[in-house]
């Protein structure tokens, strides 16, 4: 039912800004109780958190990036946005928006994922 699909360029620049969307079909991210994720995946390593941006509309970061991130959402059109400044190659990722929620037990589930779209980070 809930799908959801991101977009934007595949090739930044080291220093710039990478910016994706994501469009979300089938509920709303305004819906209690859940939260909009971003996820990464390095080529060879293993999955990576971002941040989200809640039903509420508030943010929350991983420690490590949240110097460089930004996540924000245009609910007249379901969308939600990450923006990631100062890239570098190791940046480079396929990147992933996913619906989060805490179950009963309090556990992280994602239970709807994008598809993933590549991003690399090149001169």
């Known amino acids: 039912q809930v799908q959801l699909q991101e977009s934007g360029p595949g090739l930044v620049k080291p220093s710039q800004t990478l910016s994706l969307t994501c469009t979300v079909s089938g509920g709303s991210i305004t819906t209690n109780y859940y939260y909009w994720s971003w996820i990464r995946q390095p080529p060879g390593k293993g999955l990576e958190w971002i941040g989200y941006i809640a039903y509420s509309g508030s943010t929350y970061y991983s420690p490590s990036l949240k110097s460089r991130t930004s996540i924000s959402r245009d609910t007249s059109k379901n969308q939600f946005t990450l923006q990631l400044s100062s890239v570098t190659p190791e940046d480079t990722a396929v990147y992933y928006c996913?619906?989060?929620?805490?179950?009963?037990?309090?556990?992280?589930?994602?239970?709807?994922w994008g598809q993933g779209t590549q991003v690399t980070v090149s001169s």
């Open positions: 996913a619906r989060k929620f805490r179950d009963f037990l309090n556990m992280r589930i994602f239970d709807y």
